[in-house]
C-alpha cells in the first residue's frame, strides 16, 4: 500500500483499539485501494525522514506472485546513506503527481553493498502502484527518499541489551519484517553487536502464491537454528502451512520459545489483523513499549 508510517508502541487501551486504528499511522507497503484516503505524505508528514532525494534507475522487474510485482532500484547514493531495516521511501514518478510510500524488504547492509532498493508492490488503481504494474519498464528513472519511524533496532533498546525478535506479518505487510529478518539474519553472520538471541516469524497470507520469498526465509532458517518461521493460508490449503488465521495459541507458542531476554514484537498487515494480534499481546502480558506496528490504511 501507500504506506503510511509512524513508530507505535502499543494501543494505550485494548477497549480502544477500534478508535486508535482510526487514527493511528502505520506504513506496509500495500497499496491504497480508494483515492479518497489520504495521500502518503500526508498521513507521514510528522515521520523522520533523510532529506536526500536518491537519483534511481528501475534495473530489474518481476512479477512474483498474481498480484505482486517487485522492482530493483539502482540509486546513486554519493553521500553512502542508508535506512533502517523497516522503514519505507518516498517514491517519486516523473509525471506523477501523487507519491507512493513502500517499505523495503532488503536490508541496509545488502544497499550498503550493492546501492540496491528493493520492493514488493501489491497491484492497485491507486495511481503510483497502478504505474508499477501497467507503466513502468527496467531503465525508467525515478527518486526516493528513506523515511519511517518504524525500524529495527528500536530507540528504547540499549547497546548491548540482550533481546529476542518476534515478527507477526500479513500480505504484503511481511516487506519490512523481511527487512528486519535479514538484518538480523546478517548480524549474526558479522557477529554484531546487539546481535539478537532469537527470532522468529509468524506470515500469513491468503494463499500459498501470495507467500512471497517464502524460500528466502526458510534458507534463513536452515542456515541458523535460532531462526524459526510458521506459514499461514487463510483461504487455501496447502500441505506446508497452517491453514487458517494465527491465534493467541500461535503467538503465545512463539512468544513462549524465546529466550528469558526481553523479546520485541513488530507487526505489519491490515487492520483487523493487527487489531486481534495486540488484543492477543496483552493477555500475554508483552510491555507495550516492546510493540511496534504498521498499520494498512
Not at 91 to 96: K, Q, T
Not at 108 to 122: G, R, S, W
Request: aromatic residues 10%; charged residues 25%.
Amino acid at each position: 500500500m501507500s504506506c503510511l508510517i509512524r513508530n507505535v508502541s502499543f494501543l494505550r487501551s485494548i477497549t480502544k483499539v477500534k478508535s486508535d486504528l482510526k487514527i493511528t499511522r502505520g506504513i506496509c507497503t500495500s497499496l491504497l485501494l480508494k483515492m479518497d484516503k489520504k495521500e502518503h505524505l500526508d498521513h507521514t508528514a510528522n515521520n523522520f525522514r533523510i532529506p536526500d532525494l536518491l537519483d534511481c534507475k528501475i534495473s530489474r522487474i518481476e512479477d512474483i506472485s498474481p498480484t505482486i510485482r517487485t522492482l530493483s532500484l539502482h540509486a546513486e547514493n554519493p553521500r553512502k546513506i542508508n535506512f533502517k531495516s523497516g522503514q519505507w521511501v518516498d517514491f517519486f514518478i516523473p509525471g506523477e503527481r501523487q507519491v507512493g510510500g513502500f517499505s523495503m524488504w532488503n536490508d541496509p547492509q545488502h544497499f550498503q553493498d550493492t546501492n540496491i532498493i528493493e520492493l514488493a508492490i501489491k497491484f492497485s488503481k491507486w495511481a503510483p502502484a497502478y504505474w508499477v504494474h501497467t507503466q513502468c519498464k527496467e531503465g525508467d528513472s525515478v527518486q526516493a527518499r528513506f523515511g519511517g519511524d518504524f525500524h529495527y533496532p528500536p530507540i528504547n533498546l540499549q547497546p548491548q541489551e540482550d533481546h529476542n525478535i518476534l515478527l507477526i506479518g500479513g500480505g504484503v505487510g511481511i516487506n519490512p519484517l523481511l527487512s528486519i529478518w535479514l538484518h538480523a539474519s546478517q548480524l549474526y553472520r558479522a557477529n554484531g553487536q546487539n546481535t539478537p538471541k532469537n527470532v522468529s516469524l509468524l506470515y500469513s497470507a491468503v494463499s500459498e502464491e501470495e507467500l512471497i520469498f517464502r524460500d528466502n526465509i526458510e534458507k534463513t532458517c536452515y542456515e541458523n537454528t535460532n531462526f524459526k518461521v510458521d506459514f499461514f493460508t487463510t483461504r487455501q490449503k496447502s500441505e506446508k502451512s497452517h491453514f487458517g488465521r494465527m491465534g493467541l495459541e500461535h503467538i503465545k507458542s512463539a512468544y513462549d520459545e524465546m529466550s528469558k531476554s526481553r523479546t520485541l514484537v513488530y507487526l505489519c498487515g491490515p487492520p483487523n489483523m493487527i487489531r486481534d494480534t495486540l488484543r492477543s499481546l496483552a493477555s500475554l502480558g508483552v510491555r507495550k513499549q516492546d510493540v511496534f506496528y504498521e498499520l494498512w490504511y
